[in-house]
């Protein structure tokens, strides 16, 4: 079974400021990674993904993440920030064995950005 | 479609009825999936369908919950005696399959449901 734990649900941070978002998952099997954004009233929308290759990845809007495998983690992380980006962050893991593509979300990251 | 579409956007019920919240996924897609998502938490995986079966079903919380998918596009999340516990956000997603679904989702914008 796989579990994930956003450290934070909730960010505030000033908008040209950088910004890290945390996550740390627990699985026994290999997994993909996944970052989602959801702004206000509207479905989740994938920022940006790790399958395999190179740990650091890059997505939409500028966010990045670094999947570190001895850390179990896969932090998303802006440079600059915009009054847009305020919106929900959810992390998720999907294992590779059983090959549904279901996804375990953790409990998601306000990120609450202020002029 | 050009995405997900979910039906209705807002559904209020009284304790004990029946309700039916519906997914049309993106056309083509042959993997289908429905999340809930409770007030302040991440969404719960509820149930899979490749084409019309449901592949894996672990996620349905009791008895009351049932989805079908009958002809492997259109989708129906049904809940039986609905409990105030069951208000939350119902996600629907697909992907053009089951491989292509580690890639990611495209999801719909969700039914809230609410339970009085």
């Known amino acids: 079974a796989q579990s994930v734990t956003q450290l934070d649900s909730q960010v505030p941070v000033f908008e040209e400021a950088p910004v890290e978002l945390r996550c740390n998952y627990s699985?026994?099997?290999?997994?993909?990674l996944f970052w989602y954004v959801q702004y206000p009233n509207q479905g989740l929308q994938l920022l940006l993904k790790y399958l395999s290759g190179s740990t650091l990845v890059k997505g939409i809007n500028g966010f990045e993440a670094e999947f570190n495998k001895s850390q179990t983690s896969f932090h998303l992380r802006k440079p600059s920030v915009h009054i847009s980006d305020t919106a929900e962050y959810f992390c998720?893991?999907?294992?590779?064995?059983?090959?549904?593509?279901?996804?375990?979300f953790g409990q998601g990251t306000t990120l609450q950005v202020k002029p | 479609g050009a995405g997900v579409s979910q039906t209705p956007s807002n559904k209020v019920t009284e304790k004990g009825k029946y309700v039916e919240l519906r997914c049309d996924p993106i056309?083509?897609?042959?993997?289908l999936y429905w999340y809930r998502q409770s007030l302040g938490q991440g969404p719960e995986f509820l149930i899979y369908?490749?084409?019309?079966?449901?592949?894996?079903d672990s996620g349905l919380p009791n008895d009351r919950f049932f989805a079908v998918r009958p002809e492997g596009s259109v989708s129906t999340l049904k809940i039986q005696r609905t409990e105030r516990g069951d208000s939350a956000v119902y996600l629907c997603?697909?992907?053009?399959?089951?491989?292509?679904?580690?890639?990611?989702?495209?999801f719909g914008s969700g039914t809230r449901l609410t339970v009085v």
């Open positions: 369908f490749q084409g019309t079966g449901a592949a894996d």
């Open positions: 699985s026994s099997v290999s997994v993909y």
């Open positions: 056309s083509g897609h042959t993997a």
């Open positions: 997603a697909s992907s053009l399959s089951p491989k292509r679904a580690r890639e990611g989702y495209t």
């Open positions: 998720a893991v999907s294992d590779i064995i059983s090959n549904t593509g279901k996804l375990i």
